[in-house]
């Protein structure tokens, strides 16, 4: 078995190479020539800070940027390729003309607005949770399934954060040997819930330094040096938070398996930007660690940090403004005597691939010739 799944390991892999018919997809009346007009709702937050920052440092074809956010980031300057673009306020009229919207302001604002630039002939990708589940939007990991972005009709979803990080290292494993059951438990950082909560954890650490009482004020519960069950409601009929839920629920949706067998603990943890996760698997057949690790290796968008002489394996600091998710601590588990199960941690940068990056990769799997983008 082992020879056999070896010479499946080194195919080459990457996020949309397999996306058939991708080149004829990407049509659209009246795109430039020169590039395409982008927007960015939402564009004065975190996501979308870094949404500005990944359409620069890779070199997507923008003719135009437009950047929205509420009235009271109006008038705020962004720096583009050298240029101050201005934030404008958000309205039904803000999509003429628009190619494509990125959107990362709750999901209020893309309930109300992403149909509305859909109708005008605007392609969005949306961060929010908003249609993440609903069976006619398609929720992309471009690593995972490129080809669900081709059935859009005009709305495309990006995962949940923890999601992202969490299968983006296992679906390689699971391609090879599928996955039949599922830990997750997730570290998760401020940056997951906004700038606001990045400043409150900065600041309340400054406070808990100093001695000095911190009235917290955006996060349920003292953040410095403690960490506490993920900040959403929690369902009294599961017992499952609402993050939880999501990463159980967007897994099953991404690998195209409702029933497949997952569950999750999601915790958040005094970190400003790139979540944790230990993940804890079954296989379907035997599998051992240095399998895993050639079949990691030869994986897009993960980097394996498993150093045990040194005892050097995946961590926030080093994740925080990579690209690439950062895969370690590649062990068997012990508990299981069958040798199906793998044990390992992962660390991924929140805002980008687990937002920002991975939106914008979206967008270049639906690129043509880099100069057309689907209405």
Known sequence: MGDILRARVFTALTPCASVAGMSH?????????????VAVVGASGAVGVELVRCLEERGF?????????????????????????EIEELGEQSFRGVDLALFSAGSAISKRYAPLAARQGTLVIDNSSAFRM??????????????????????????????????TPLWPIHRINPVRRLIVSTYQAASGAGAAAMQELRESTRAFLEDRPYAHTVLPHPYAFNL??????????????????????????????????????????????????????????????????????????????????????????????????????????????????????VAGDQLLKGAALNAVQIAECLLADQKTIAA
């Not at 923008?62 to 980031?73: I, N, W």
């Not at 601590?329 to 793998?342: K, T």
């Open 25 to 37: 997809f990407m049509q659209r009346a009246g795109a430039s020539g020169a590039g395409f007009v």
């Open 134 to 167: 609903d069976p006619t939007v398609p929720l992309v990991i471009p690593e995972i399934n490129a080809a669900a972005a081709l059935k859009h009709r005009g709305i495309i979803a990006n995962p949940n954060c923890a999601a992202i990080i969490s299968i």
């Open 61 to 85: 074809p923008v003719a135009e940027l437009k950047l929205f956010a509420s009235s009271r980031s109006a008038g705020k300057r962004l720096s583009f390729r050298g240029q101050q673009v």
């Open 228 to 345: 506490f069950s993920h900040n959403t409601k929690v369902d009294a009929v599961t017992g499952y938070n609402e993050e939880e839920t999501k990463v159980i629920e967007e897994t099953r949706k991404i690998f195209a398996d409702p029933g497949f067998r997952i569950t999750a603990t999601c915790v958040r943890v005094p970190v400003l930007r790139a979540h944790c996760v230990a993940l804890n698997f079954e296989c379907e057949t035997p599998i051992n660690a240095s399998l895993v690790r050639d079949i990691l290796a030869a994986a897009p968008g993960v980097k394996i940090i498993d150093d045990t002489a040194a005892n050097y394996f995946p961590m926030p600091k080093d994740a925080t403004g990579q690209d690439a998710i950062l895969v370690g601590r590649i062990r068997q588990d012990v508990s299981d005597p069958s040798g199906r199960s793998i044990a390992m941690f």
